[in-house]
Structure formats: structure tokens, C-alpha cells
């Protein structure tokens, strides 16, 4: 049983089958994406794995003097949407890295992409800290915050290679259908399949 499902157990024992239990599973299926008939977390990430590093790159194209400003504030921007969406994404993932087995290889795989995000989260918050008082009318970001931007997109990088292998090697959150619903498929299919 996955932690997810684990949790939903003991609210409904706790809380009973009452109108909240009914609210945390409905969150809980939102974030699992069964609106979608997909996971949502994949769809989510997308969006700072974009901003981030093309916020790096507004940040080398001030410092190499090209857009002025208009460089400055685009990163600005790019960081603070990558942030907000971020703040989107981590639940989802953290909804189906629960629905993880812990002894699964993809569990303890799961844990470091989730370090990693945590970190890099961190480093483009400080990030759009520093910038705060000068975006508007600098010209060209300063050492410190291309530093994060360079640190931050480079352990993304990493980040993005673990959640990529715990879907396409071990196939997390891609066999969404039960046995069951399976079996029905194949033999509508006509494949010979073995007795249960």
C-alpha cells in the first residue's frame, strides 16, 4: 500500500466518512492528475525547468552588455515564475513519490529528485531576493545572483535526469491501469493470457 493511500486510511479512520475525508481525497486526486487521465506533476515541472534556465540566459546576455535592462527584468520575471509554478508542481510529485513502494530502487531515486528540487528551489529564491532592489533599473545583474543562476540550473539539470529515469527506467507513474483493467484490454484484444 502506497504512503498516499496509507494516509487516506487513517484520515478515514480518524475523520470517518465525513465531508473533509471526501475534500482530501478529491485534493488528492487533483494532484494525481485523474482529471487528466495522466499524471500532473510531469506537466507542472515543464515550467520552471523552462524559466530557470532561460533566466540564466538573460542573466549571460546582460552580462555580455546585450538588452540592458529589459535582460535584467526578464530574469527577474522568469525566476519568480518559475518559483510560483515550483510551488505547484512539489505537491503533485510528492503525491506520486508517496504512491512509491520505499523498497523500490525509484523510491530512494525519488528522494534525491526531491533533495535536489528542494535545493535549487532555495537557490532561485535567494536569487530573486537579491534581485529585488535593483531589477528595475539595473543594467546588468550582478555576480552573485548569476553565480545562483549558473548553480541553480546546473543541479536542475541533475534533478531533471533523476526524474526522467524514474519514468523511463523504472516506469513511474506510467502503468496508471489496474491489473484488471489490463487483462479486460488483452483479451478484448484477443491475447492469451494465463489463468490468475
Not at 515541472?45 to 538573460?58: D, E, K, S, T, Y
Not at 520575471?77 to 523500490?104: C, N, R
Not at 546546473?154 to 513511474?172: C, D, E, F, K, P
Amino acid at each position: 500500500m502506497g504512503f498516499h493511500a496509507r494516509i487516506l486510511v487513517a484520515l478515514r479512520t480518524f475523520i470517518g466518512e465525513h465531508s473533509s475525508f471526501r475534500t482530501v481525497k478529491w485534493l488528492l486526486n487533483i494532484l494525481k492528475g485523474k482529471w487528466l487521465g495522466h499524471p500532473l506533476h510531469p506537466i507542472l515541472v515543464h515550467v520552471p525547468m523552462a524559466m530557470w534556465p532561460g533566466a540564466l540566459i538573460f542573466d549571460l546576455l546582460s552580462k555580455w552588455q546585450i538588452g540592458g535592462n529589459a535582460m535584467v527584468r526578464l530574469s527577474f520575471y522568469a525566476i519568480a515564475f518559475g518559483l510560483i509554478a515550483s510551488l505547484l508542481a512539489v505537491p503533485a510529485g510528492l503525491v506520486d513519490w508517496t504512491g512509491i513502494k520505499k523498497e523500490k530502487p525509484a523510491w530512494k531515486i525519488g528522494l534525491y529528485h526531491l533533495a535536489l528540487n528542494v535545493v535549487v528551489t532555495a537557490l532561485f529564491a535567494i536569487n530573486l531576493d537579491l534581485r529585488l532592489q535593483d531589477f528595475r533599473d539595473a543594467s546588468i545583474v550582478a555576480t552573485a545572483p548569476l553565480t545562483l543562476s549558473i548553480l541553480g540550473t546546473a543541479i536542475l539539470i541533475a534533478s531533471a535526469y533523476l526524474g526522467g529515469r524514474m519514468t523511463y527506467h523504472y516506469g513511474i507513474s506510467v502503468a496508471r491501469m489496474s491489473k484488471d483493467e489490463w487483462r479486460e484490454i488483452a483479451q478484448a484484444g484477443g491475447a492469451n493470457l494465463p489463468p490468475e
